[in-house]
């Protein structure tokens, strides 16, 4: 494999190929049908890979809305066809941006009906519902997502809680695809403290409290709460080659990601992206669901009266004592 593959970064730091290390998504798409099976693949793996499952041409039409949306930005080169998403500048490209999925007919279309909604139904068993916000990733050439588990963000409602991690364009591995670290779903011997943290609780008696109400500080290290300062980003590590040592899995990926592609995993998988080393942009979204029976984390959700999910916003700093 290592002859191979190109060299392949994740933050920065090189990731060993070799078949010890990494290696390539189970394919469940042979049985999205099959509820029995689906189920007992989610526990296995912690993860469903469903290469072609969804409507391509439904996703092309997403990708050509928020291509459009980037053109009249000026974010993309205008000497290229806009549709392959080469960028004017990588350094503007961004990485996080929600505003794309807002009013985006044909991206909720993707995430919110159909085929989609249908895999939601089959592994819950019962109606489904989805966060009510939707996070989008325009990515450019740098540094990917750190390794985490979603479970830190998103745990006041029921952990019966899936992403779906869905390509808006066709990835292959040096525009820096999705990765998963293998069978790290089950290792709460190493990652049970991590995973039982919420990003949004502080230290009301630390130093740090009145930095976070005050938004000094988005998110408190809960390892550090003692020291004046203390910030953090949520991930478990930023050097994702020491964690693949650690947990002793491999990371897992795609040769190449395609449009109609999903990966759904659950809120305990360790996940994280390779860097993007081209000068085109990486387009993907996130999206949440759950048993609509089940309650759900009010930071992801629309208010009473409609309102906008507040997400990670002051409002939803909670205290505690440590």
């Keep these: 494999m290592t002859t191979t593959l190109p060299r392949l970064t994740a933050r920065g730091l090189e990731l060993d190929t070799s078949p010890e290390k990494f290696g390539w998504l189970r394919d469940s798409s042979a049985i999205v049908t099959d509820v029995t099976t689906l189920r007992e693949r989610m526990a296995e793996d912690g993860y469903l890979y469903l290469p072609g499952c969804l409507n391509r041409d439904e996703v092309i039409a997403a990708r050509a809305e928020v291509i459009q949306r980037l053109a009249s930005a000026g974010l993309l080169d205008p000497n ?50 989805h966060f009510d916000y939707t996070w989008f990733r325009s990515v450019g050439k740098g540094d990917g997502t750190a390794p985490h588990c979603d479970i830190v963000y998103m745990g006041r409602g029921t952990h019966n809680l899936y992403t779906a991690w869905t390509p808006m364009g066709d990835i292959p591995l040096t525009l820096g695809g999705l990765i998963v670290l293998e069978g790290s779903h089950r290792r709460t011997d190493v990652l049970g403290e991590y ?50 040592d650690e947990l002793a899995g491999r990371w897992l990926t795609s040769p190449e990601y395609c449009m109609g592609d999903v990966l759904i995993f659950s809120m305990r998988t360790v996940h994280a992206s390779i860097d993007n080393q081209t000068d085109y942009i990486r387009l993907s979204s996130d999206s949440r669901y759950q048993p609509a029976s089940e309650p759900a984390d009010e930071r992801w959700i629309l208010g009473p009266n409609g309102e906008d999910p507040y997400n990670h916003q002051l409002r939803a700093k909670r205290g505690r004592i440590c």
């Design 80 to 129: 290229s066809p806009p549709m392959e998403g080469k960028l004017a500048n990588s350094t503007q490209a961004g990485y996080f941006r929600p505003a794309l999925a807002r009013e985006n007919t044909a991206l909720l279309k993707v995430l919110y009906d159909g085929a989609m909604m249908a895999i939601f139904e089959r592994l819950f068993g019962e109606p489904v519902r």
């Design 195 to 244: 995973q039982a943290q919420d990003v949004d609780s502080y230290c009301e008696n630390g130093p740090n409290a009145e930095a976070v109400r005050t938004g000094k500080i988005r998110w408190e290290d809960y390892r550090r709460w003692q020291e004046p300062g203390a910030g953090w980003d949520g991930a478990i590590t930023h050097n994702p080659p020491a964690l693949c």
